[in-house]
């Protein structure tokens, strides 16, 4: 059973359009990692949220922690080619406070 | 500057040999980590440590063996290769403590033959 899940798994879409990925959990925890990983290259850090309900925002993305501590959202406003990747959300959890990645949304944003 | 580096890029070898990949981090980090990123991408941690010590190990299979000659090295070796090690290993690095945010080298892609 996958700790975090992620939906939808893959999604396309075209240049301009708004989307939202989803990272969900039936466990409360301290806080939420979003990384970003590009074709060929490693995850790279785009937020940490700590607070239940908090929102950040981060140019045309924005990432919302649930109020329960359980879940979160990001939303792209206006997507853009750039913003193609794997989209990933991890926790520090486990037995051996591991960091544990979801298995990811890739995100293709077509011109 | 490079804050994760790790050589090499790619790697394609026979079943049977051994190998090695090697990283190195100028953040400062106490703790280093190598994960496996799987045909499907799902990234799972391997190894972790802290100040030369291991503090983590997941269940990998002993023909992994990671090596820290220092605080800003952790090389990985791998015995026996099998055809199921082909996969992407990510080196990566934190500051100690829970919630920090870790910071990846670029992959090295293990191919078995």
């Known amino acids: 059973t996958q700790l975090l899940e992620q939906s939808p798994q893959f999604l396309s879409i075209q240049e301009g359009e708004n989307l939202t990925v989803y990272c969900n959990s039936s466990?409360?925890?301290?806080?939420l990692q979003w990384y970003r990983q590009e074709p060929g290259e490693g995850p790279v850090l785009l937020v940490t949220v700590v607070t239940g309900g908090e929102v950040k925002k981060l140019k045309r993305l924005t990432f919302q922690f649930g109020d329960a501590r359980k879940d979160s959202s990001l939303h792209i406003t206006a997507a853009q080619p750039g913003d193609t990747g794997l989209y990933l959300c991890?926790?520090?959890?486990?037995?051996?406070?591991?960091?544990?990645f979801g298995k990811g949304t890739k995100l293709s944003v077509k011109p | 500057d490079t804050a994760v580096s790790q050589t090499p890029k790619y790697l394609v070898t026979q079943m049977g040999n051994d190998k090695s990949i090697k990283c190195e981090q100028n953040l400062g980090h106490d703790t280093m980590y190598w994960y496996k990123q799987d045909s499907k991408k799902f990234l799972k941690i391997m190894f972790s440590?802290?100040?030369?010590?291991?503090?983590i190990n997941e269940t990998v299979p002993n023909r992994f063996s990671p090596k820290s000659p220092d605080k800003a090295h952790l090389n990985l070796h791998i015995n026996s290769l099998e055809l199921g090690d082909s996969a992407v290993y990510f080196c990566a690095s934190s500051r100690q403590g829970r919630n920090q945010p870790q910071h990846f080298g670029d992959g090295t892609r293990l191919s078995i033959l």
């Open positions: 991890a926790v520090y959890g486990g037995s051996q406070g591991n960091l544990i």
């Open positions: 440590y802290n100040n030369k010590e291991l503090i």
């Open positions: 466990s409360v925890f301290s806080s």
